[in-house]
């Protein structure tokens, strides 16, 4: 099949940054959304031998044939279609993730904060919503006990606040030292994979040390510095090392627009 | 074995906590439950789901403790609702509602789960707002429990984050197939099912198949709950329609009442509930008129017919 590679989209780059931060070989929970997009894309096309995970039950997804395309949903019948344990919240939120075996997660979210907090409940303030969201689901469990959290999101000023609106899953908190004074584990590096960048975290012990804050690691190509800046709301650390993101591959591409199966993710006008 | 019509009667009274689930959704009781007009249910589960929307929209439900409204928001009425305390709500999250009810089901007063240290659920004004359901949380001196608590634990000094257990007074739930003593068996991801029946005080099943005890007892691995705990079991085929049923049917996504005009705005969900509730006498009623509108094909698409069956099925014997 050949494909014109200039013409993607900047939420297509998104599910595929996401993607290319997941490890082959290591135990995920993938979250609602375009998580599962992503978590497919990886383990079709970089990393088979990933523990695919959702909280609603299903542990260990091997898709039985690439026809299959992404899960829509947490709990989607084509789940079944091959996970080696059919279990429930409490196997997968409780004992896989809880009990320490999840070493990563794929999660969306509202909004992001200068310390990787995330926001699932609403916009404005909790007295007086602007809007309320669906809520956190098992985001708050995960972020609790999950050592290395890749979030995503759209880059866009309402979503990456210096302060969440409201947080209702703990990333670095108020910065180094929070996880431990709150009660947490250790955490990270985690990921922040948005429709123009990737950043990481400043910090290089899971938040004990550093200032915790978020890094621009790598822009998308055509995305400039200052279009990520004008949209970040604090003053943005950026990493010595900025490079910039390699485009699709026609192997990505091809395979994305295959799981998201004709928009089931990434339905025009959402991103 | 009884009618849903029966079971709603003796079992669902007004102001009751009811547990429905993320999956293996029962929306021939939820039609039910709208049908006789109970009043101010609050639902309880991981995440809750369309079928709640629809009873809120008539005040059957009007409060809500979950960690996810799954599909609820595209309800311009549901939002409505939340915002003008028509619906009150307390949000948690699918793990601690779930570890919550296995709190209810295992007799224990509380569980512990760390998952709001470090958040914005820990501070006072959410937890002592108002809104949270203050009402449902007050004590027999009338002062209010928290909705979760902060601890020193007694045995190694760290925090411990401690949530009540939760008894609902019924559930609802429809599975893959059931005998008539009420054996409940379910397969594919089970979200908060289980300790969402092994909790509450009355278990209201609708079932797929109604089998008899010998394909219940050559696969006792699927049982989730034993028939003791079942206080009814009713045969309902697409119990489940419009939402899916891990081997049989997928989610009827197209359809008015579980995402099109039956939930997005209140004329379309009065059109919808006086049509296809209270319009019709019970489910089999409402899969009858499903099919003389639109023709069986439509329902027949639905059908999952490609289906797994075991290379090397489960063995059991005893000599």
Same mark, same amino acid.
């Given at each position: 099949?050949?494909? *014109? @590679?200039?013409?993607?989209? +900047?939420?297509?780059?998104?599910?595929?940054?996401?993607?290319?931060?997941?490890?082959?070989?290591?135990?995920?929970?993938?979250?609602?959304?375009?998580?599962?997009?992503?978590?497919?894309?990886?383990?079709? $096309?970089?990393?088979?031998?990933?523990?695919?995970?959702?909280?609603?039950?299903?542990?260990?997804?091997?898709?039985?044939?690439?026809?299959?395309?992404?899960? !829509?949903? !947490? /709990?989607?019948?084509?789940?079944?279609?091959?996970? /080696?344990?059919?279990?429930? #919240?409490?196997?997968?939120?409780?004992?896989?993730?809880?009990?320490?075996?999840?070493?990563?997660?794929?999660?969306?979210?509202?909004?992001?904060?200068?310390?990787?907090?995330?926001?699932?409940? @609403?916009?404005?303030?909790?007295?007086?919503?602007?809007?309320?969201?669906?809520?956190?689901?098992?985001?708050?469990? !995960?972020?609790?006990?999950?050592?290395?959290?890749? &979030?995503?999101?759209?880059?866009?000023?309402?979503?990456?606040?210096?302060?969440?609106?409201?947080?209702?899953?703990?990333?670095?908190?108020?910065?180094?030292?929070? +996880?431990?004074?709150?009660?947490?584990?250790?955490?990270?590096?985690?990921?922040?994979?948005?429709? #123009?960048?990737?950043?990481?975290? %400043?910090?290089?012990?899971?938040?004990?040390?550093?200032?915790?804050?978020?890094?621009?690691?790598?822009?998308?190509?055509?995305?400039?510095?200052?279009?990520?800046?004008? !949209?970040?709301?604090? *003053?943005?650390?950026?990493?010595?090392?900025?490079?910039?993101? %390699?485009?699709?591959?026609?192997?990505?591409?091809? @395979?994305?627009?295959?799981?998201?199966?004709?928009?089931?993710?990434?339905?025009?006008?959402?991103? | 074995?009884?009618?849903?019509?029966?079971?709603?009667?003796?079992?669902?009274?007004?102001?009751?906590?009811?547990?429905?689930?993320? *999956?293996?959704?029962?929306?021939?009781?939820?039609?039910?439950?709208?049908?006789?007009?109970?009043?101010?249910?609050?639902?309880?589960?991981?995440?809750?789901?369309?079928?709640?929307?629809?009873?809120?929209?008539?005040?059957?439900?009007?409060?809500?403790?979950?960690?996810?409204?799954?599909?609820?928001?595209?309800?311009?009425?549901?939002?409505? #609702?939340?915002?003008?305390? +028509?619906?009150?709500? *307390?949000?948690?999250?699918?793990?601690?509602?779930?570890?919550?009810? #296995?709190?209810?089901?295992?007799?224990?007063?509380?569980?512990?789960?760390?998952?709001?240290?470090?958040?914005?659920?820990?501070?006072?004004?959410?937890?002592? $707002?108002?809104?949270?359901?203050?009402?449902?949380?007050?004590?027999?001196?009338?002062?209010?429990?928290?909705?979760?608590?902060?601890?020193?634990?007694?045995?190694?000094?760290?925090?411990?984050?401690?949530?009540?257990?939760?008894?609902?007074?019924?559930?609802?739930? $429809?599975?893959?197939?059931?005998?008539?003593?009420?054996?409940?068996?379910?397969?594919?991801?089970?979200?908060?099912?289980?300790?969402?029946?092994?909790?509450?005080?009355?278990?209201?099943?609708?079932?797929?198949?109604?089998?008899?005890? &010998?394909?219940?007892?050559?696969?006792?691995?699927?049982?989730?709950?034993?028939?003791?705990?079942?206080?009814?079991?009713? $045969?309902?085929?697409?119990? &489940?329609?419009? &939402?899916?049923?891990?081997?049989?049917?997928? /989610?009827?996504?197209?359809?008015?009442?579980?995402?099109?005009?039956?939930?997005?705005?209140?004329?379309?969900?009065?059109?919808?509930?006086?049509?296809?509730?209270?319009?019709?006498?019970?489910?089999?009623?409402?899969?009858?008129?499903?099919?003389? +509108?639109?023709?069986?094909?439509?329902?027949?698409?639905?059908?999952?017919?490609?289906?797994?069956?075991?290379?090397?099925?489960?063995?059991?014997?005893?000599?």
């Amino acid at each position: 099949m050949s494909i *014109n @590679l200039d013409e993607y989209t +900047r939420a297509e780059m998104m599910i595929i940054a996401t993607a290319r931060q997941v490890r082959d070989g290591e135990s995920t929970i993938v979250g609602m959304g375009p998580p599962l997009l992503s978590a497919a894309l990886a383990k079709y $096309h970089h990393a088979p031998n990933m523990w695919y995970c959702t909280e609603s039950g299903p542990l260990d997804w091997i898709p039985t044939s690439r026809e299959l395309p992404a899960p !829509i949903g !947490i /709990a989607d019948h084509s789940l079944t279609q091959g996970s /080696a344990m059919s279990g429930d #919240m409490v196997d997968a939120l409780g004992a896989f993730v809880n009990g320490g075996w999840a070493q990563s997660a794929v999660l969306q979210a509202a909004q992001i904060d200068r310390f990787g907090n995330l926001n699932t409940i @609403l916009a404005g303030t909790f007295e007086h919503p602007a809007r309320r969201l669906p809520g956190t689901g098992g985001n708050a469990d !995960i972020g609790a006990s999950v050592e290395r959290v890749i &979030s995503t999101m759209p880059l866009e000023s309402r979503r990456f606040k210096e302060r969440a609106d409201f947080r209702t899953t703990a990333g670095y908190i108020d910065g180094p030292g929070g +996880r431990a004074e709150a009660g947490l584990a250790p955490q990270g590096p985690n990921k922040c994979a948005t429709t #123009m960048c990737v950043f990481g975290f %400043d910090t290089e012990d899971g938040g004990t040390t550093g200032s915790c804050e978020m890094v621009l690691e790598q822009l998308f190509p055509g995305v400039s510095l200052e279009e990520v800046q004008a !949209i970040v709301p604090w *003053n943005l650390k950026v990493s010595q090392d900025l490079t910039y993101m %390699d485009p699709p591959t026609e192997e990505e591409l091809v @395979l994305l627009r295959h799981l998201d199966d004709g928009g089931n993710h990434l339905r025009p006008g959402r991103y | 074995m009884m009618t849903a019509h029966e079971a709603v009667e003796r079992f669902v009274n007004d102001g009751d906590t009811i547990y429905s689930g993320f *999956n293996m959704i029962s929306f021939a009781l939820t039609n039910e439950i709208i049908r006789q007009g109970i009043k101010g249910l609050k639902a309880v589960a991981g995440s809750v789901t369309p079928n709640v929307t629809m009873m809120s929209i008539d005040g059957n439900v009007n409060r809500i403790e979950t960690g996810y409204l799954s599909g609820t928001l595209r309800s311009k009425p549901f939002q409505e #609702m939340m915002r003008d305390g +028509r619906v009150k709500w *307390n949000d948690y999250t699918n793990m601690t509602i779930t570890l919550r009810l #296995m709190a209810g089901g295992l007799g224990m007063p509380f569980i512990c789960a760390n998952s709001f240290l470090g958040t914005d659920y820990l501070l006072e004004e959410t937890m002592n $707002h108002s809104r949270s359901l203050e009402e449902d949380r007050k004590r027999e001196d009338g002062s209010i429990a928290p909705p979760y608590a902060v601890i020193d634990s007694p045995f190694d000094g760290r925090k411990a984050l401690l949530y009540p257990a939760l008894k609902p007074d019924v559930a609802i739930v $429809h599975c893959q197939r059931a005998d008539e003593e009420g054996n409940v068996q379910v397969w594919g991801p089970q979200a908060d099912t289980k300790w969402g029946l092994w909790s509450s005080k009355n278990v209201l099943v609708t079932a797929e198949e109604i089998v008899p005890r &010998s394909v219940i007892s050559t696969e006792p691995h699927f049982t989730i709950v034993p028939g003791f705990k079942v206080s009814a079991v009713i $045969h309902e085929p697409w119990g &489940s329609h419009p &939402s899916g049923l891990n081997g049989y049917y997928r /989610a009827d996504r197209e359809w008015a009442g579980l995402t099109g005009a039956g939930m997005t705005t209140w004329n379309g969900a009065r059109e919808y509930l006086d049509e296809w509730v209270y319009g019709t006498k019970d489910h089999a009623d409402y899969i009858a008129k499903y099919k003389d +509108r639109f023709g069986e094909d439509l329902l027949d698409n639905l059908r999952v017919k490609d289906t797994m069956v075991p290379e090397q099925p489960a063995r059991y014997g005893w000599r």
